[in-house]
């Protein structure tokens, strides 16, 4: 082998290497907002902003998250290394208030998440790279009783009142 094929596979193994690295040890930064008024808006969306740095200093190059059992790649920052963005949206009745814990897989992970739903089997035992919690603080559906109820029933007891004092002037 002379040198030039000595250094092209030299790059090829370490291109390959650095490739197949796994983030060690990550730690996770993350911000989240939910919508908390249901009463101006028809569904409720969740959303959270994390940035990964792993202890072996890898640049990640995808996720995954598993949002209530479903899969879907997280958002990838193209100003921010390791920077990622999960969001969702569903019914206010279907959201209750409280943690929610979503696991993150890294391309490994989704691999195998993924063979675990084609064989049928539980995905839950399929080991994931970190979890993310989003707290929601709950909904806000609006008062009990609608104003224009209140103000038709106050309107019917004020006549009611007026009606009654009539009667006993009249008497």
Request: glycine fraction near 4%.
């Amino acid at each position: 082998m002379n040198s030039i094929q000595l250094a092209v596979a030299v790059v090829a193994f370490l291109a390959l290497s650095v490739q197949g690295q796994k983030c060690i040890n990550p730690n996770v930064q993350a911000e989240h907002y939910t919508t908390t008024d249901a009463t101006i808006v028809s569904r409720v969306a969740a959303l959270s902003v994390f940035t990964v740095t792993c202890k072996n200093d890898i640049d990640i190059p995808n996720l995954y998250v598993d949002i209530n059992g479903k899969i879907a790649p997280a958002i990838k920052s193209v100003d921010v290394r390791n920077k990622f963005q999960l969001s969702w949206t569903d019914e206010p009745k279907k959201v209750s208030s409280g943690t929610y814990t979503i696991k993150v897989y890294d391309e490994e992970g989704y691999a195998a998440v993924r063979k675990a739903q084609r064989n049928e089997e539980d995905v839950s035992a399929v080991p994931h790279l970190f979890t993310v919690e989003i707290y929601h603080s709950g909904t806000y559906n609006g008062p009990w009783f609608q104003s224009e109820f209140i103000a038709a029933v106050a309107s019917v007891l004020i006549w009611y009142w007026a009606y009654t004092a009539k009667s006993k002037l009249s008497a």
